[in-house]
């Protein structure tokens, strides 16, 4: 079975500062997703991250896929408020009945 | 272009009623899912559909809960009898084929008191 852990599962930090959110998986997967929900609201898609070594950039927000160590990063850079949100990544086990598996979500709320 | 469509978006009920969500996925998206999403058990996979055809439904929490897709544009959904525990935000999202990235809608808040 497929897991995926997402840390931290909470975090609050002070506006500009940097920081990294973590999505580590337990089967060989080279598909990872990353999604943005806001509170009351559905998921938006922020990332697809289709093999090893890819990178995506939208504003303060980079995410990376490292297949060989089952781990994907969201690095947020000179946080903003607006970027307080819930963060999840999925990973897709192709083959699998299940297909898309979800983190728990990474809660953050960016301070003044 | 039109997002998945859900509806209705909220909907309160008593305890032993049925429930029907419905949902539109976005043309040409040949993968369809339901989830539920609760503070206590976070975002779950109740059932998805390839090309209209239920492929794996062992997350439907028990026989109360039952899906269907009758053609590629629309699904639901029903809880009958619905339970105070059915409560929460169930979510339908349908597949773009070649990044395998999923689309959900709004969502259908549900309340059984």
């Known amino acids: 079975e497929l897991k995926v852990e997402q840390n931290p599962l909470f975090l609050s930090m002070q506006e500009g500062k940097n920081y990294t959110i973590y999505c580590n998986y337990s089967?060989?997967?080279?598909?990872l997703y990353w999604y943005r929900q806001d509170p009351g609201k559905s998921l938006e898609s922020l990332f697809v991250?289709?093999?090893?070594?890819a990178v995506k950039q939208e504003g303060r927000l980079m995410a990376s896929l490292d297949t060989k160590a089952r781990l994907s990063t969201l690095h947020i850079t000179a946080a903003v408020h607006d970027l307080s949100a819930t963060y999840f990544c999925?990973?897709?086990?192709?083959?699998?009945?299940?297909?898309?598996?979800f983190g728990s979500g990474t809660q953050l709320t960016v301070l003044p | 272009d039109a997002g998945v469509i859900q509806s209705p978006r909220h909907e309160v009920t008593e305890m032993g009623q049925e429930v029907t969500l419905r949902c539109k996925p976005i043309s040409g998206h040949n993968s369809l899912f339901w989830y539920r999403q609760t503070m206590m058990r976070g975002l779950e996979l109740l059932i998805y559909f390839n090309n209209n055809v239920p492929i794996d439904d062992s997350g439907m929490p028990e026989d109360r809960f039952s899906a269907k897709m009758p053609n590629a544009s629309f699904s639901t959904l029903k809880i009958q009898p619905s339970e105070p525990r059915d409560s929460a935000v169930y979510f339908c999202?349908?597949?773009?084929?070649?990044?395998?990235?999923?689309?959900f809608g709004e969502g259908s808040r549900l309340t059984v008191l």
């Open positions: 991250l289709l093999s090893n070594g």
């Open positions: 999202a349908s597949r773009r084929l070649n990044t395998g990235e999923l689309f």
């Open positions: 089967t060989t997967s080279d598909r």
């Open positions: 999925a990973v897709d086990m192709q083959g699998s009945a299940r297909q898309l598996t």
